[in-house]
Nanobody, 125 residues
Framework: QVKLVESGGGLVQAGGSLRLSCAAS????????LGWFRQAPGKEREFVAT????????YYADSVRGRFTISRDNAKNTVYLQINSLTPADTAAYYC??????????????????WGQGTQVTVSS
């Protein structure tokens, strides 16, 4: 079992930055891959970024590559998503997720076993 709790969302102006955090508990933290997804109103949940168990490998959606950075601190049982140069198109609920079966990250939501409750990011123009 893994429990994930996101924080750090909020209202920000276009061009601004936020750092999202996701604190995990339960299973040993460095035994699973972590990912971030987002879902805007009326749209399907989409992949944002993923990080391997050690933190050494990351992968991003094309829409966020170069603006978003995923990282994890295995000593603090926390994964982060630094989001820069925000645009209104980034407005969504952001979710972190844990994939217990992978060694490296995947982009498919169905591969992830546990999900947090989400944190809202709203970008004003």
């Amino acid at each position: 079992q893994v429990k994930l709790v996101e924080s750090g969302g909020g209202l920000v102006q276009a061009g601004g930055s936020l750092r999202l955090s996701c604190a995990a508990s339960g299973r040993t933290f460095d035994t699973y891959v972590l990912g971030w997804f987002r879902q805007a109103p009326g749209k399907e949940r989409e992949f944002v970024a993923t990080v391997s168990r050690s933190g050494g490998r990351t992968y991003y959606a094309d829409s966020v590559r170069g603006r978003f950075t995923i990282s994890r601190d295995n000593a603090k049982n926390t994964v982060y998503l630094q989001i820069n140069s925000l645009t209104p198109a980034d407005t969504a609920a952001y979710y972190c997720a844990a994939d217990l079966g992978a060694r490296y990250g995947t982009t498919r939501a169905d591969d992830y076993d546990y999900w947090g409750q989400g944190t809202q990011v709203t970008v004003s123009s």
